[in-house]
């Protein structure tokens, strides 16, 4: 079983910044990708950003110029959400994804709490 380990989260004043660092095993030599969903409460899963192996982006319309996902080249297993401009709707659960097809991985989710 893959282990992805997050951190960063907590809480932060509305306009306030976030980075949340995802690490996957070094063990793991192919990614296809890796991302960020994320779950308020009484909703779905929602896709955040993706960053592919080959370092193509894409980003959910809610977050476009706010957020900016992106991976340590020294460490290719890892990936960083910069959250910037936080609203009080980004409050959720976020987790780490990755794609290492046909197999998706999940990390164990990490809070983020935007206080208006």
């Known amino acids: 079983q893959v282990q992805l380990v997050e951190s960063g989260g907590g809480l932060v004043q509305g306009g306030g910044s976030l980075r949340l660092p995802c690490a996957a095993p070094g063990s793991i030599l192919s990614i296809n990708a890796m991302g960020w969903y994320r779950q308020a409460p009484g909703k779905q899963r929602e896709l955040v950003a993706r960053?592919?192996?080959?370092?193509?982006?894409?980003y959910a319309d809610f977050v476009k110029g706010r957020f900016t996902i992106s991976r340590n080249n020294a460490k290719i297993n890892t990936v960083y959400l910069q959250m910037n401009s936080l609203k009080p709707e980004d409050k959720a659960v976020y987790y780490c994804y990755l794609q290492n097809l046909p197999r998706t991985y999940w990390g164990q989710g990490t809070q983020d709490t935007v206080s208006s």
């Open positions: 960053i592919t192996s080959g370092g193509s982006t894409n």
